[in-house]
């Protein structure tokens, strides 16, 4: 090589290096958009928590860059959403957006996170669409789809011999997914549903419903509520005097973070998640000793959610050393990922949702006991995502 192009590379050299140097200087603003009021409000606590937690656990730093947070109350009303996604992405400019709990706003977020390329990462919010027709290489769910444990479930209650079953549950897309999963497994192994009840979200008033179950006389009923909602519709399904005859089952979020509150009425209950009481691996002990430790309560489905959505955002930004121009880089790392779960390990899936065991509990106390897994590395089918 010639003296004047050693020169030149030396030049060049110089030049970069204060420009990567800034870059590992400045921080990387996550924008968490929770729930802080509301029926979902714990759980937009418990998912700040878990990702807060494991960044600290990281020394505050994930890729080698500083990690900052700029936090807006979506309070699960999709009609803020687009206003309230705009606020992180404009006024806060944040790098990387996280969020949310309710689908409807989750999926208003995808689509501006899809339009204007940011890195989205959903800690939650189940609707099927945002690892299906709406999936995108920037597109990452740390969850679940709604389609996942309601499937299980349906093969569940199918195994359990019930043939009619009537689903109740919010009016809105976690809800009719919910029950469209149940119902795509339970009627391929010959059960029926005969009966789809709704209310509209947030509503609690179920005691018209209960009374129509009660009439109906189904086998057994299967149901997605979730938060403030699942505490109150457990509460009045045992005091109407149907959880001795009518066997009530549910999608986890039934049960999950809402033991404390729904006290005997919750006992007994089967419910199929992607996370347990009493898994017992040496990465979920560690986990809920650290959770306990830091918050002083006990960790549930969404704090792990929130805690997997850091340690997957990690993997990307330590793959491409904290440079998030790097986009094709970072989704290849995770999409090559095992991911070290406390719900134990996954992969994600060609649309980006997690590949992961649905386990079957049953309440306890105030622990959604394992008992068994339902649905071995299940795969959302990704319906509609063409990346
Ligand atoms: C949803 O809207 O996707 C959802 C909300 C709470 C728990 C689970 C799912």
Redesign the pocket.
Known sequence: MKKIQIALIGTALALCAPLALAQSATKIKVGLMLPASGT?AA?GTAIENGFKLYVAEQGGKLGGREIEYARVDDE?DPAKAVDNVNKLLKRDNVDVLVGT??????TAMAKVAKETGTLFIDP????DAITGSMCAPTTFRS??S?WQSAYAMGEVMAAKGYKNVVTITWK????D??VRGFKEAFEKAGGKVVKELNVPFPNVEFQPLLTEIAATKPDAVYT?F??AGAIKFVKDYAAAGLKKSIPLYG?G?LT?GTLEAQGADAEGLLTTSHYADGLGSARDNAFRQAYAKAYKMEPDV?AVQGYDAAQMLAIGLNAVKGDLTKKAEFAMALEKAKIDSPRGPFTLSRSHNPVQDIYLRQVVGKQNKIIGVASKALADPGRGCTM
């Open positions: 979902y759980l699960s709990v309710h689908s409807g706003v989750a939650n919010a189940g609707a969850s679940f709604m809105y897309a976690a809800g997914e919910s997605f979730a938060g999608s979020f999950d969404y």
